[in-house]
């Protein structure tokens, strides 16, 4: 056996929480005596948003719209997890 590091790439499917656990086979350690290379086990550890509060699934906002502003119907931005977009 020789000691090394690979880089992976691993696709986050949508709705993973804080403590799931992700598995990829054969990503694991290397088996002796030329067997099957073992499973990696990916801990998913979460990072707050500044702005953004997770529920379950469910991500939400606080904006704060006047009722001048709501009456008439005004645009405010609000921040996504990847952006922002522009809501009437």
Known sequence: ???????????MPAGVA????????????????????????????????AELKRDGVNLFYDCYVNFADAALGTSVEVPLVEGKAKLK
Request: charged share 25%; hydrophobic share 35%; proline share 0%.
């Open 1 to 11: 056996m020789v000691r090394g590091e690979e880089t992976i790439t691993i696709n």
């Open 18 to 49: 804080d403590g799931m656990q992700l598995s990829m086979s054969g990503k694991g350690n290397a088996a002796v005596r030329g067997g099957v290379n073992g499973d990696l086990l990916i801990v998913v550890e979460e990072e707050e948003h």
